[in-house]
Structures are given as structure tokens and as C-alpha cells.
């Protein structure tokens, strides 16, 4: 089978960050579905994780294949799968410790993947697996907003909010927990992009974000979900978090975090990793199944909508490449899509 991989973690700029190969076809383990990968979204992970970094730069022999995020159809199951069947439509991010679905025939674990939408191609679908585990998670489990509206009218402020995750959180907190929602974004474009999917209002995260809340008459608010750059946002979110309130973040700090900058407001911080429940693989890794059924509920009741902003075909190295370099501007909108082969 067609796939895309490396030999060695290199700067996207070199054709040989990532190279078109050929790979056997895998064989589904007792839980796995093996899945006929249609299209693809391209994450900051899969960025990461390809750029050259200390102790890795070994060429490896067998390549590496990225990719956590996948729209497709089942082929084949492993001999206990329940939840599906050949010709069934999915969508999952799956496991990051195991090989990606940069490849045209892919495996995941099916308690990690959800049924398509029914309104959606699989183009439009592959947007929305890893950025809406990953926002879904942050709202409703790790800050522990109501899912049925029970903390509506309370404020969140989404830094980062015009980006693959954001754009899904945003989504989330206005159209499902009903929250006031501030939204963080720099620019025309994607302050415009963030406010169609539902802010309130928009604040720039180039100046300090509590200064920004203030302009618009929030001297605090009741969650934040950063996004985005933890420790240039940490004091502001200090400084913005009501007493009592919750802050999640999703992005590794490079600094010891001052956490005792909290401890007056008694505020919560909390890490959201989406890939927490597949990689050690806890008893309730099924819940990933169910969020992606839920959303893909949601998105057939017109409540959210794909956010799919830019798709590159086929799916090969120079396309993925590409796509690799525009994550890496650090200023997209919404979802990369790379659809066929
Ligand atoms: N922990 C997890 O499970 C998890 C899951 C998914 C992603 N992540 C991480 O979360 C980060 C965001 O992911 P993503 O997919 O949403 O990324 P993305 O789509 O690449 O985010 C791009 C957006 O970031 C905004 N931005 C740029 N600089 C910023 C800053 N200093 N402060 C606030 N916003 C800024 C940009 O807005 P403007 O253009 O308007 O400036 C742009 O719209 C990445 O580091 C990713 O690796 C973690």
C-alpha cells in the first residue's frame, strides 16, 4: 500500500522530511479495525514529532509513519471487534503510539473511533476527530462544564481560538454549554473566522489577555482554555481567572509554571493530553468512540459545523510537506485537509 513516511526527523524545507513509500498491508489485532483511509487532517503533532530534535536524529531503516487524524472505511476487523463492519464509514485520531494514517490502509484500536457523520464526506469529517476529542475533553472533563447547559451564562475565555482546536472549542462552548465565550486571535482573518463559529467577543493575544477581557467589561472570567503558548498567557490567566475559577491548558510549558500565583482564588489548572486514554490505555479508552458519536450527533443536528478550511489532493509526501509548513507558520485557520490517493 501507498504511504508517506521518514527515515530521519529533518526542517520540512528537505524532500526528505517525509517520502512517498510502499508498506505491506497491516493485519488487524483482535480489537483493531483496519481502516481504508479516504482523507487525513494534519495536527501540530504530526509536526512535532517529524522535526529534528536531540538524541533522534538516527536514520531508522524501516520508516516512520505519522498522521492522527483519519476519515474512512472499515475493510477488515480483528476477531472481538463489536462496534463495527466492513463498509462502515469512521473517523478517529487513534493512538500515538502506534504507526499514523498517513498510509492508505490504517489500524486502530475501534474503541477509539467513532461513526462518520451522515452529512459529511469523508474530507469534511477528517477535520474534526483530534482538535474535537481534544476541545471536548478540555470543556466537559477536565474543566468540568455541563454538557446539557447547566453552566450557561457563565464566561470562558478560548486563547488560540481561530486554530484547529479552538475552532472546535469555540464551537463547543457556545453552541452546546451555552457560555459567554471570549476568543483570543491576532489577526482580520481569523478573528473574523472565530467570531463566525460562535465568540462573543474577540481579544488579541498579541497584548496581555487580562488588559484585553478588561476592554470588554470582564475583569474576570469563569474558565480558560489556553490554547496556545502556556507560558507567555500564564500571568494574564493568573490575573483574568475568576475566584474559583478553572484553567486548562493543552501545551507544554518550557518554564516552571509559578503555580502559587493560583492559590489565593483557589483556581484549578489542569493539562488535557488527548492522547492519554489510548496511550495508557485506560479503562474508559471507549470514551473516545463515544465523544466522536456524540460530535458526529451534534454536526448532523446542524450544531457544529466541520472546520475544514483548505484541502490539498492527493494524499503524498509533497502535499503532506506542505501542509507540514503551513502548521508550522503557526497561523492557520480551522483544519488542513489531504484527501485521495
Ligand atoms: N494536549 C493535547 O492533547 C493537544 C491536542 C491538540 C493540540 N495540541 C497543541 O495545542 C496547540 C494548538 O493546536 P492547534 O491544532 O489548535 O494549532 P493551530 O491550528 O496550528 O493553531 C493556530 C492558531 O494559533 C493562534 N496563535 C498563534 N500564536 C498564538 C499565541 N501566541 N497565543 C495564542 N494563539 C496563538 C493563531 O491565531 P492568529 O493567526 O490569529 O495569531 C492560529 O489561528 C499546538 O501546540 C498543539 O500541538 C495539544
Redesign the pocket.
Known amino acids: 500500500m501507498k504511504a508517506i513516511g521518514l527515515y530521519q526527523y529533518l526542517p520540512v524545507e528537505n524532500e526528505k522530511s517525509l517520502v512517498d513509500v510502499y508498506l505491506d498491508r497491516p493485519r488487524p489485532g483482535p480489537r483493531d479495525i483496519l481502516v481504508a483511509v479516504q482523507a487525513i487532517a494534519v ?3 504530526d509536526t ?1 514529532v517529524r522535526a529534528p530534535r536531540e538524541g533522534a536524529e538516527k536514520p531508522s531503516e524501516t520508516p516512520q509513519v505519522l498522521g492522527w487524524d483519519a476519515a474512512g472505511e472499515v475493510i477488515d476487523t480483528g476477531e472481538e471487534v463489536e462496534n463495527f463492519r466492513p463498509g462502515d464509514r469512521v473517523y478517529y485520531a487513534g493512538d500515538i503510539t502506534r504507526p499514523g494514517c498517513y498510509s492508505e490502509m490504517h489500524l486502530v484500536d475501534e474503541r477509539l473511533a467513532g461513526h462518520l457523520p451522515e452529512s459529511l464526506d469523508f474530507t469534511s469529517a477528517a477535520a474534526l476527530p ?2 474535537g476529542l ?1 476541545a471536548w475533553e478540555a470543556l466537559f472533563e477536565r474543566l468540568g462544564i455541563s454538557t446539557t447547559g447547566e453552566d450557561a451564562g457563565k464566561s470562558i475565555l478560548v ?9 472546535m472549542a469555540v464551537q463547543l462552548a457556545r453552541h452546546v454549554a451555552r457560555l459567554k465565550v471570549l476568543a ?4 482580520t ?3 473574523v473566522w472565530t467570531k463566525k463559529l460562535g465568540a462573543h467577543h474577540i481579544v488579541n ?2 497584548h496581555p489577555l487580562d488588559r484585553e477581557l478588561q476592554e470588554h467589561g470582564f475583569d474576570t472570567v469563569d474558565y480558560i482554555l489556553c ?3 502556556t507560558d ?2 500564564w500571568n494574564a490567566m493568573a490575573n483574568a481567572i475568576a475566584p474559583q475559577g478553572r484553567i486548562c491548558g ?2 507544554d510549558n518550557r518554564d516552571p509554571l509559578p503555580l502559587n500565583l493560583l492559590k489565593s482564588k483557589s483556581a484549578t489548572f489542569a ?5 492519554t486514554r489510548s496511550r495508557y490505555r485506560t479503562p474508559d479508552m471507549q470514551r473516545q468512540g463515544e465523544i466522536l458519536n456524540e460530535i458526529a450527533r451534534l454536526v448532523d443536528e446542524g450544531v457544529l459545523k466541520s472546520t475544514v478550511n483548505q484541502v490539498l489532493e492527493p494524499i503524498n509526501a509533497a502535499n503532506l510537506r506542505q501542509a507540514h509548513a503551513l ?1 508550522e507558520s ?6 488542513i485537509v489531504l484527501a485521495g490517493w
Do not use: C, Y
Request: without cysteine.
Open positions: 495536527n501540530p503533532v512535532k483530534l482538535t481534544t486563547i488560540g481560538g481561530a486554530g484547529g482546536v479552538g475552532s483570543s486571535a491576532s489577526r482573518k481569523s478573528s493575544h498579541r490554547l496556545n503558548d507567555q498567557h493543552i501545551v493539562w488535557e493530553f488527548m492522547f502548521i503557526g497561523h492557520t485557520i480551522g483544519k
